[in-house]
Structure formats: C-alpha cells, structure tokens
C-alpha cells in the first residue's frame, strides 16, 4: 500500500555539511508531521504543517533546521552546518487532516549520522 | 509546555502474561491517546487509542483504559507472546487541537519464550 515513503533511509554525512530529508505523504493527507527519535529515546516533535496554514516550527532545535512542505504534498526537511548530535532518526508523518484526534501514520524513518 | 511520562521504561515477562504500561499527562485538554508499537528499524505503528469520551477500550489482546480525572492511561496487553516484543510508545494529543502528539519516552517490552 501507499504508506508515508522517506527517502534516504540512511545517510551519513560529515560534521559541517548539509542534508536534505525528503517525506512523501500519504496521497491526500493535509496534515504533515516530522518528529526527531534520538538513540533510545522518544519523539522529539520538530514541525508540523496544515494545509495552506503556516507550519507550526515551535519544535525546531535550533535554526540550523528549516522544513519546506511544497504544493501541499511532499515535504523536506533540511539540515545546515550538522552536528554530531544531530545523530538521529527523523520520522515524517502524515493524518488526512491536521484536527486532533486524526491517526498519524508514520514512515520508516531517514537514520542520519553525522562523523 | 504539555509533558507525557511513561512507565516502566523497560518490561520484560514470560510468555502468557500480562504487560502493563502506564502513562500520564499533565494538559488536561488533551483528548485523544494513541498508543504505538516501534519495532527494530521501523516507523511507529499505531496499535490502539482511545478519545476522552470514553474509559476504556479493547481489541482482542490488547486494551487501553483512561483516567481523566486523574490524566493518566494504560496499555494492558494479556496472553503476550514473543512477537510482542518491541518498544511501545504513548502520546496524548497537544492543546492546540492541531493533530500534534506529545510522546513518552517509551517502553522496551521484551516477551520471554
């Protein structure tokens, strides 16, 4: 079936340089969602956008981080300047609208290390 | 800002028993508490939730009760078996009714055979 698709699935990258992490959304889905999942940890919310709506960037660590989410489908989550603590797993995640109470689906997951 | 905890942060039992995991909230606007299983290289998948009308509610093995009152919940998964084994994750919905979830930390439930 057409679930959340993340691409790469893994990448690693040296300190200093800049990623970019797509998410394809479910076909449909108004609502996109990234999370961060550190090493044993939980989900640690980043972004989320609504429809034309402006995102909600209250997650975002820092403002090496930046999200665009373009024609209200596919989403991209860049990274500048990385760090070795930006280690992680970035989840995107998509609901077919951004009320609460909606399922969020989720990706695999884009395994980012930084050496 | 909204907080979840979770509980045990690690569980492990034999197969045939009982699992409990526990989670509190502290916004007492949230509404909707999904609970989702994570296993090893995978995305989250969302295994049940339950909305604050009601207080309890169960799928064959698994079921998950709500104390509003109190702002906490529960996920009990009965007669466990090894495929059960992986981490388990709450979350409550965040105040803003944006969809947005708060998660705990999660809980590693390993399934003795």
């Known amino acids: 079936g057409a679930g959340v698709s993340q691409s790469p699935s893994n990448k690693v990258t040296e300190k200093g340089k800049d990623v970019e992490l797509r998410c394809d959304p479910i076909?449909?889905?108004?609502?996109l969602y990234w999370y961060r999942q550190s090493l044993g940890q939980g989900l640690e919310f980043l972004i989320y956008?609504?429809?034309?709506?402006?995102?909600?960037k209250s997650g975002l660590p820092s403002d090496r981080f930046s999200a665009e989410r373009t024609g209200g489908s596919v989403s991209t989550l860049t990274i500048q300047r990385t760090q070795q603590e930006d280690s992680a797993v970035y989840l995107c995640?998509?609901?077919?609208?951004?009320?609460?109470?909606?399922?969020?689906?989720f990706g695999e997951g884009s395994w980012l290390t930084v050496v | 800002g909204e907080n979840v905890e979770q509980h045990p942060s690690t569980l492990s039992v034999q197969e045939g028993d009982s699992a409990v995991i526990k989670c509190t909230y502290s916004?007492?606007?949230?509404?909707?508490f999904p609970w989702y299983k994570q296993e090893l290289g995978k995305g989250p998948q969302l295994i049940i939730d339950?909305?604050?009308?009601?207080g309890e509610k169960k799928d064959q093995r698994i079921a998950v009760t709500l104390n509003k009152t109190a702002k906490h919940f529960s996920l009990h998964i009965t007669e466990t078996q090894p495929e059960d084994s992986a981490v388990y994750f709450c979350?409550?919905?965040?105040?803003?009714?944006?969809?947005?979830?708060?998660f705990g930390q999660g809980t590693t439930l390993q399934v003795k055979p």
């Open positions: 995640a998509s609901s077919p609208t951004g009320t609460g109470g909606n399922t969020i689906y």
């Open positions: 979350a409550a919905s965040g105040s803003s009714n944006t969809g947005k979830l708060i």
């Open positions: 956008f609504q429809g034309n709506s402006a995102p909600d």
């Open positions: 339950i909305r604050s009308n009601v």
């Open positions: 916004d007492s606007a949230s509404n909707y």
């Open positions: 076909s449909g889905h108004t609502a």
